[in-house]
């Protein structure tokens, strides 16, 4: 049945959009990119265009030509209605289903701080998404990189920060969670490891904070 296939990444998006995106296990936050069914679909919507083109053809072709402006018969109007409304619905789905995975990629980019290296570095995301969708996440990452210049207030203002508690100091005292190797900060780099607790400046690890390998804790 025409739409079958479409159907398939209508339900696919669907479930991908009810479920959190969680910065700490990004290589699940998003299903594998379905080229295959998204083919078909596209070969489909061909398809449904050629049969068009043939179903109209004979009666176009009559010896002597159509007048301008002649109606064709009711069952013609019907069939081209048909194919026109199915490869319409096609195509619909097809950007509906590319702009879901888009937005989900913005949003793993904001909830893992703005680090482009964390998610196209995960083996299993990469794997997971197509081509283009890592060209996207590049191209995004670029355009916030001249919006946190031309906006960010030297280093007070952090657009890639979490607002739902706003800080109230500029340092906090941190744990690690996990090993993470050397980060640069504003006291020079520092090798974290599992254990380990740090006094920083927030905005140096604001992103390890929130991608889940430091842990704010108390004094």
């Given at each position: 049945m025409f739409g079958d296939q479409a159907m398939a990444l209508v339900v696919e998006a669907r479930r991908m959009s009810l479920q959190p995106v969680d910065p700490l296990n990004v290589g699940n936050a998003v299903p594998k990119y379905n080229e295959l069914v998204v083919q078909n679909v596209c070969r489909e919507v061909r398809m449904l265009d050629a049969d068009m083109r043939l179903t109209l053809q004979p009666w176009l072709d009559v010896p002597g030509g159509r007048a301008e402006y002649e109606e064709p018969p009711a069952e013609l109007s019907a069939a081209m209605m048909m194919y026109h409304v199915a490869k319409v619905r096609n195509k619909r789905v097809l950007l509906a289903y590319i702009q879901a995975r888009l937005d989900r990629l913005r949003d793993l980019y904001w909830a893992s701080g703005g680090a482009?290296?964390?998610?196209?570095?995960?083996?299993?995301?990469?794997?997971?998404?197509?081509?283009?969708?890592?060209?996207?996440?590049?191209?995004?990452?670029?355009q916030v990189v001249v919006a946190r210049a031309e906006y960010e207030f030297g280093d007070i203002l952090d657009m890639t920060a979490g607002i739902d508690m706003p800080p109230k100091e500029l340092h906090v005292l941190v744990r690690v969670l996990r090993d993470i190797g050397d980060v640069h900060t504003e006291q020079g780099t520092i090798d974290f490891r599992k254990g380990q607790r740090f006094n920083l400046r927030?905005?140096?690890?604001?992103?390890?904070i929130i991608q889940g390998f430091l842990e704010e804790v108390g004094r």
């Amino acid at each position: 049945m025409f739409g079958d296939q479409a159907m398939a990444l209508v339900v696919e998006a669907r479930r991908m959009s009810l479920q959190p995106v969680d910065p700490l296990n990004v290589g699940n936050a998003v299903p594998k990119y379905n080229e295959l069914v998204v083919q078909n679909v596209c070969r489909e919507v061909r398809m449904l265009d050629a049969d068009m083109r043939l179903t109209l053809q004979p009666w176009l072709d009559v010896p002597g030509g159509r007048a301008e402006y002649e109606e064709p018969p009711a069952e013609l109007s019907a069939a081209m209605m048909m194919y026109h409304v199915a490869k319409v619905r096609n195509k619909r789905v097809l950007l509906a289903y590319i702009q879901a995975r888009l937005d989900r990629l913005r949003d793993l980019y904001w909830a893992s701080g703005g680090a482009l290296h964390h998610l196209i570095g995960n083996a299993v995301l990469r794997e997971r998404i197509s081509p283009a969708e890592v060209d996207f996440l590049r191209k995004y990452h670029e355009q916030v990189v001249v919006a946190r210049a031309e906006y960010e207030f030297g280093d007070i203002l952090d657009m890639t920060a979490g607002i739902d508690m706003p800080p109230k100091e500029l340092h906090v005292l941190v744990r690690v969670l996990r090993d993470i190797g050397d980060v640069h900060t504003e006291q020079g780099t520092i090798d974290f490891r599992k254990g380990q607790r740090f006094n920083l400046r927030r905005a140096d690890i604001e992103h390890l904070i929130i991608q889940g390998f430091l842990e704010e804790v108390g004094r």
